[in-house]
């Protein structure tokens, strides 16, 4: 597609249920990141994927969280047993690969609410 | 670890104003800088980035930044503001590159008429 796209774009869910949300990046890029912006952190780092390697998880807050891609394209951020801090907006990012200087491109966002 | 501080959280200014958005950051480690633009209820976008090379950057819509490496500062500039430059505006840092990015917590500009 021309851009990142992110779905669904808001989720209500009660505190306890599991959610995915999903990414689908740039057709090509093969770099994607999972970033939250929440009112009280800001935007931080979650989860960085590269080609067929490893993924970097050094940002997931806990164990709870967890991310899948998927034929080196879509992934998935799944969050179980949701608690109201988990209320944030998910931004996911896509770059041609992980050269400093090949630009990553944000999606919209997924607004999650946990109530 | 790096660490990105954005002291303004809001910065009015009335339309045709200069503005300076100011960002320090401290690393231990030579990072690159970036800053990124959030309109209402949309994704980031790259203004700029300074990877190397010439301290001054020329960013879209007119921005610019300067990097300053003793004074560990990358500020934001520019010299005629617009309504539609209204946004939610973010420094941040990676010692990689585009990944892994430390983020302030974002300086809203509001401009008015």
């Known amino acids: 597609g021309a851009g990142v796209s992110q779905s669904p774009s808001n989720k209500v869910t009660e505190k306890g249920k599991d959610v995915e949300l999903r990414c689908d990046p740039i057709?090509?890029?093969?770099?994607l990141y999972w970033y939250r912006q929440s009112l009280g952190q800001g935007l931080e780092f979650l989860i960085y994927?590269?080609?067929?390697?490893?993924?970097?998880k050094s940002g997931l807050p806990s164990d709870r969280f967890s991310a899948e891609r998927t034929g080196g394209s879509v992934s998935t951020l799944t969050i179980q047993r949701t608690q109201q801090e988990d209320s944030a907006v998910y931004l996911c990012?896509?770059?041609?690969?992980?050269?400093?200087?090949?630009?990553?491109?944000f999606g919209q966002g997924t607004r999650l609410t946990v109530v | 670890a790096q660490s990105v501080t954005q002291l303004d959280s809001q910065v009015p200014v009335f339309e045709e104003a200069p503005v300076e958005l100011r960002c320090n950051y401290s690393?231990?480690?030579?990072?690159?800088l970036f800053w990124y633009v959030q309109y209402p209820n949309q994704g980031l976008q790259l203004l700029l980035k300074y990877l190397s090379g010439s301290t001054l950057v020329k960013g879209i819509n007119g921005f610019e930044a300067e990097f300053n490496k003793s004074q560990t500062s990358f500020h934001l500039r520019k010299p005629s503001v617009h309504i539609s430059d209204t946004a939610e505006y973010f420094c941040?840092?990676?010692?990689?590159?585009?990944?892994?990015?430390?983020f302030g917590t974002g300086t809203r500009l509001l401009v008015s008429p």
């Open positions: 990012a896509s770059s041609l690969g992980d050269r400093r200087g090949t630009e990553a491109f």
């Open positions: 941040a840092v990676s010692p990689t590159g585009f990944q892994k990015l430390v």
């Open positions: 057709s090509g890029h093969t770099a």
């Open positions: 994927f590269q080609g067929n390697s490893a993924p970097d």
């Open positions: 690393s231990s480690v030579s990072v690159y």
